[in-house]
């Protein structure tokens, strides 16, 4: 089955440094990822969408120039948190699509804590 | 826009009850319809996802659904629970398109009691 792999899969960074988060794809090419954020005892909110080789889209809400995502490759994505505040502790999922636009694989997650 | 509501959001049971959770959605096209399992501090597991045929779909760990189109509704059950299903169940849609994006409902907390 489709696998999709992230790292680090937790991180503790103090509040005002950059964290970035990595997404593979690591059996399929992915050409759209999503980024999703949950916050405890919460459901999974889209942040974001980005294709390969071109800008992120994201969604009401979420800041761009906050959140980076970068889709350098077909197996990669990566998420980047500026400046990090301790209310941007979360967790970060991001899936992964290949030719099929009716399924996304996620991932498993990066637990994120900001002091 | 899609949304999906989940209504219950927390559910109590005790062992060998029987489950079933709503889940609507709001779409009027052709949607892909998925549950989503997380365990207790784990990462989100597929259970069954429904595209199209046979409206009544199976998954995993004895799960299955029930694909209503006329309710806008896809319904999980479960005929016998056991206290490993407590967890968190997400209900989840896509539109059926090159611009689709899964989008979860807020989730139901299953408590199951030994």
């Known amino acids: 089955g489709a696998v999709v792999s992230q790292h680090p899969s937790w991180v503790i960074c103090k509040s005002g440094t950059s964290v970035k988060i990595e997404c593979r794809s690591l059996?399929?090419?992915?050409?759209?990822m999503f980024w999703y954020r949950q916050f405890p005892k919460q459901s999974l909110m889209l942040m974001a969408t980005?294709?390969?080789?071109?800008?992120?889209?994201?969604e009401q809400g979420v800041e761009k120039d906050k959140f980076l995502i970068n889709h350098a490759s077909l197996t990669l994505s990566t998420l980047t948190v500026t400046s990090a505040h301790p209310e941007d502790s979360s967790f970060y999922i991001c899936?992964?699509?290949?030719?099929?636009?009716?399924?996304?694989?996620f991932g498993p997650g990066t637990r994120l804590t900001v002091l | 826009a899609q949304s999906v509501s989940q209504h219950n959001h927390h559910v109590i049971l005790s062992e060998a009850a029987s489950l079933e959770l709503g889940c609507n959605y709001s779409?009027?096209?052709?949607?892909?319809l998925f549950w989503y399992v997380q365990y207790p501090g784990q990462h989100l597991q597929l259970l069954l996802k429904?595209?199209?045929?046979?409206?009544l779909v199976k998954g995993i760990k004895g799960f299955e659904a029930e694909f209503i189109k006329s309710k806008f509704s896809f319904n999980l059950r479960k005929p016998s629970v056991q206290w490993s299903d407590t967890a968190e169940y997400f209900c989840?849609?896509?539109?059926?398109?090159?611009?689709?994006?899964?989008?979860f409902g807020s989730g139901t907390r299953l408590s199951i009691r030994p």
């Open positions: 779409y009027g096209g052709t949607v892909n």
């Open positions: 899936s992964a699509r290949g030719t099929s636009v009716r399924e996304q694989f």
């Open positions: 989840a849609v896509n539109k059926d398109s090159s611009a689709s994006k899964i989008i």
């Open positions: 059996d399929f090419q992915a050409t759209t």
């Open positions: 429904y595209f199209s045929g046979d409206p």
């Open positions: 980005s294709n390969e080789g071109s800008k992120a889209t994201y």
